[in-house]
Structures are given as C-alpha cells and as structure tokens.
C-alpha cells in the first residue's frame, strides 16, 4: 500500500581545526548536565556533554564539529537551537534564565546572531498571528470589519517575518545560514514540478547541508513531485537518491538512514526490502533508527541475499508434509514463488514459470509455488484450470502462513531463489527475471 510520505536525512563534513563552544546559564543548579546534540536529518542525537559549575559556566572543548545545525539541552527538554560553523572558530552564548529558548544572547558568533535576530522576529511576528486568529476564530461571523482587520494583521506579520529573513539573507549572503534559506526557497518553488528539477537542483552530496531540515525536505520533495504508482517506482527513486548522495560517504550514509526510516514507517515496503537488500552493509548506519524499525530491518534480514533460507515445512493438502531442507538437498537450484491463487499478477507469472520449468526442471532446478490462501478451493482452482507441473503447498492461513513470516514477504507474487547450501541467490522480481538468474546460476 502507498501512503503519503513526511519527511528526514543526514550528514557531515567541513570540520574546524580548532572549536570551542561556551557560556553561562542562569537559574540551574551547580552540576546540571548540558548536552550538544546534532540534527542528523530527522533525528537529534546526543554527541557531548559538560557539566555547568557554580556560577552556570560551561565549556565545550575537545572537538571540532561539522558544519550545521545543532541544539543545546538541559533536562532533556528545555532545547536551545544553535550553529557551527567551520568557519567560527568560537560560540559563546549567555542565558539569563529558562527556559534557554526566550533567554538567549549570543555573544560571539555572526552565524547565530544571525539566526536567533531572525527567531525573534519571527516568535514576534507568530504572536501577532496567533493573537488575530483568535480574535477572528471568537468574532460574530457576521463582523465582517473585524474579521477582514484580523485578516490583514495576518498577512502583515508574515510579510515582515519574510521580509526579515530576506534582509539577514542579502546582509550576509555567503553565510551558512543564508545557504540554508535561500536553499529551502528553491525547493518550495520546485513543488509539484518535474522531479527531475529537485534532482539538479539540490546538492544531495552536499555534507553542508545535511545537518538541516533542507535536506530531508530534497528529499521527499523529489518523492512527491514524483508521484509514484507502483511500488518498483520507489525502488529506482531510492536507487537514484542513494547514488546522488554518494559523493560524500556520509551523505550516502544519511541518504540510506532516512530512507530506511521513512520507507519503514510509511511504506511501501519493497523498496525498504531493496534497501536493506543492496546497501544495507554497515549497521552503523541504523544504529539511531527506532527501535521499530530496527525490528522491521532485522526481520528482512533474515532473508537478506546470501543469508540461509529458513527451515520450513511445505504442507500439501491431501498429501504429505515435505520440507524445504530436503528440496534443496536435492536440486542444484530451488524457486520459491510465494502467490495467491486469486492474486491476477500471481498467474501472468506462470507461462514464463512453465517455460522455466521445462528447460531446467529435474534435478537442476525444482520450483515450489507456496499459496498464502485460506480457501482449500482456490488452491485446488489455480492449480488444475493453470495445469500447473511443480509442487504447490498451502498452510491455508493466508498471511498469516508461518512460511510468509519466516520470509518475510510482504507482497505476491514474491520470489526467492536458493542455491544447493540453502543461501538466497537473488530475490527476482518476476518470472522473466527469474528464469535469467536461474540460467546464471546454474551455469556456475
């Protein structure tokens, strides 16, 4: 199933040779933990920490940190944005009490003067806002002077806070954060355009930019523009994604990281069992994924390409109980070929199967159709109106067959050829692939 899709990302690179990030906050006890997170696309991971002494004093000073965007907490909640930037050599911050968002000052650092001058008009500009939609929200509906005067204070204070961020931009146009801004403005004129456009547009190996919310809005601006009606369509946009990002290993990285958390909670999920397929080859790259998602990742692989296929029993209605083990023990080459005897996609499949079958079936290939009904009826239906010539089992419990779950297979027709020692050569898409990864195989 295709869901609308939100939003992620991450990245690195543009370090500083030398760092230091300090200040002082008021109105916390002595010993209070202050920790620096990094905003690794969607995520905020904890990346340091320091303690404050008796007069709020704190110092961060063993390394040097990516450019991007950053935040700093205490008690986990109260979050103060920030930037590094490889070319400031220093940050220091006051916060004359809390919470550290409505108390800050900065001391040093042109970036984020900038970037909190910017947040103080816009939290301005938000009350204003806020205040005249409450106002028009309890006025009589009748009160048309009222309504069109709280209308036009709306649209005043978003053109000040627009025109606001226009001028840190034009007062500073090579910094930081005006790459960012004017980076995020390009990608909302490319809504709804041709996909392609994002694609050249955006700098997807760009370790800059990867640690903001441009990055994963790239990302899923493509994804929309793209509009994809199938779930393979999702596999060459996520191809397409990962090869862009991959100038930069860390970019690659993010790219994988997001799509993974993305594709796993949202779906669809053939493009996540891609993923987790082709470039899923260093764990430290879920490492900070939700732990639901970790599961999800785990599950497929078990069924990843070069893993042992699970053991399991294929029951025969009418007949004997056989087991996978067996089969594979004696063939150079086993099809598994999960279906539906209702699936239409499932029986396109099967001229080209009857090819196959007829070239290499015996002792070089056997393949097993495992039907995930729960009517004895269809099964028996598919197999004799289609005359089907290799061996079909069915649990009769639909999806919830323990062979779809030790597989996880999540879509019919899906295929998984095994080699003589049990392990997942490939996992075709369709008979026609199929048939040429057996003809690879076994001309080994």
């Given at each position: 199933m295709l869901r609308s899709l939100p939003i992620l990302a991450i990245c690195a690179h543009s370090y500083l040779s030398a760092q230091i990030i300090h200040g002082s906050i008021q109105g916390v006890p002595e010993g209070c933990l202050l920790v620096l997170h990094e905003n690794f696309g969607t995520r905020i991971l904890p990346l340091d920490s320091v303690s404050l002494d008796a007069a709020g004093r704190f110092a961060f000073t063993a390394s040097s940190y990516p450019t991007g965007f950053y935040q700093l907490a205490i008690n986990d909640t109260d979050r103060v944005d920030i930037i590094l930037s490889s070319a400031e050599p220093e940050l220091k911050l006051s916060c004359s009490a809390t919470p550290l968002q409505e108390h800050i000052t900065i001391l040093i650092s042109e970036e984020n003067r900038r970037l909190w001058s910017y947040k103080a008009i816009s939290r301005e500009a938000q009350l204003r806002i806020a205040a005249a939609e409450t106002s028009r929200s309890e006025a009589d509906p009748m009160d048309l002077e009222l309504i069109q005067t709280q209308d036009s204070i709306i649209l005043e204070a978003r053109a000040f806070k627009d025109a606001a961020l226009l001028e840190v931009v034009r007062n500073a146009p090579t910094s930081y954060f005006?790459?960012?801004?004017?980076?995020?403005?390009?990608?909302?004129?490319?809504?709804?355009?041709?996909?392609?456009?994002?694609?050249?547009?955006?700098?997807?190996?760009?370790?800059?930019?990867?640690?903001?919310?441009?990055?994963?809005?790239?990302?899923?601006?493509?994804?929309?523009?793209?509009?994809?009606?199938?779930?393979?369509?999702?596999?060459?946009?996520?191809?397409?994604?990962?090869?862009?990002?991959?100038?930069?290993?860390?970019?690659?990285?993010?790219?994988?990281?997001?799509?993974?958390?993305?594709?796993?909670?949202?779906?669809?999920?053939?493009?996540?069992?891609?993923?987790?397929?082709?470039?899923?080859?260093?764990?430290?790259?879920?490492?900070?994924?939700?732990?639901?998602?970790?599961?999800?990742?785990?599950?497929?692989?078990?069924?990843?390409?070069?893993?042992?296929?699970?053991?399991?029993?294929?029951?025969?209605?009418?007949?004997?109980?056989?087991?996978?083990?067996?089969?594979?023990?004696?063939?150079?080459?086993?099809?598994?070929?999960?279906?539906?005897?209702?699936?239409?996609?499932?029986?396109?499949?099967?001229?080209?199967?009857?090819?196959?079958?007829?070239?290499?079936?015996?002792?070089?290939?056997?393949?097993?159709?495992?039907?995930?009904?729960?009517?004895?009826?269809?099964?028996?239906?598919?197999?004799?109106e289609l005359a089907i010539p290799w061996l079909c089992s069915t649990e009769l419990l639909a999806w919830g067959a323990d062979a779809a779950r030790a597989f996880a297979v999540q879509a019919t027709p899906s295929f998984f050829l095994l080699d003589q020692q049990g392990s997942i050569r490939s996992k075709p898409y369709d008979a026609v692939e199929a048939f040429r990864d057996v003809q690879d195989l076994l001309q080994m």
């Amino acid at each position: 199933m295709l869901r609308s899709l939100p939003i992620l990302a991450i990245c690195a690179h543009s370090y500083l040779s030398a760092q230091i990030i300090h200040g002082s906050i008021q109105g916390v006890p002595e010993g209070c933990l202050l920790v620096l997170h990094e905003n690794f696309g969607t995520r905020i991971l904890p990346l340091d920490s320091v303690s404050l002494d008796a007069a709020g004093r704190f110092a961060f000073t063993a390394s040097s940190y990516p450019t991007g965007f950053y935040q700093l907490a205490i008690n986990d909640t109260d979050r103060v944005d920030i930037i590094l930037s490889s070319a400031e050599p220093e940050l220091k911050l006051s916060c004359s009490a809390t919470p550290l968002q409505e108390h800050i000052t900065i001391l040093i650092s042109e970036e984020n003067r900038r970037l909190w001058s910017y947040k103080a008009i816009s939290r301005e500009a938000q009350l204003r806002i806020a205040a005249a939609e409450t106002s028009r929200s309890e006025a009589d509906p009748m009160d048309l002077e009222l309504i069109q005067t709280q209308d036009s204070i709306i649209l005043e204070a978003r053109a000040f806070k627009d025109a606001a961020l226009l001028e840190v931009v034009r007062n500073a146009p090579t910094s930081y954060f005006a790459k960012v801004i004017m980076a995020g403005k390009q990608l909302d004129a490319l809504r709804g355009v041709d996909p392609m456009l994002v694609l050249t547009s955006f700098p997807f190996d760009d370790p800059s930019l990867v640690r903001s919310s441009v990055y994963p809005q790239a990302v899923m601006t493509f994804l929309r523009n793209l509009s994809p009606e199938s779930e393979t369509q999702f596999i060459g946009a996520s191809d397409t994604l990962i090869t862009l990002a991959s100038g930069h290993p860390q970019c690659r990285k993010a790219m994988i990281a997001h799509l993974l958390d993305v594709l796993g909670t949202y779906g669809p999920d053939l493009p996540f069992q891609h993923i987790v397929d082709r470039y899923l080859t260093d764990p430290g790259v879920v490492s900070d994924l939700p732990a639901e998602i970790k599961d999800k990742i785990r599950a497929f692989q078990r069924v990843t390409l070069g893993a042992r296929a699970p053991e399991i029993e294929l029951p025969v209605p009418g007949a004997d109980t056989l087991h996978l083990a067996d089969i594979i023990a004696a063939h150079r080459a086993v099809l598994l070929l999960f279906y539906s005897s209702t699936c239409d996609h499932c029986r396109e499949q099967v001229p080209t199967l009857k090819e196959l079958h007829a070239a290499f079936g015996g002792k070089d290939l056997a393949i097993v159709g495992i039907a995930l009904d729960d009517r004895p009826e269809d099964f028996l239906a598919f197999r004799e109106e289609l005359a089907i010539p290799w061996l079909c089992s069915t649990e009769l419990l639909a999806w919830g067959a323990d062979a779809a779950r030790a597989f996880a297979v999540q879509a019919t027709p899906s295929f998984f050829l095994l080699d003589q020692q049990g392990s997942i050569r490939s996992k075709p898409y369709d008979a026609v692939e199929a048939f040429r990864d057996v003809q690879d195989l076994l001309q080994m």
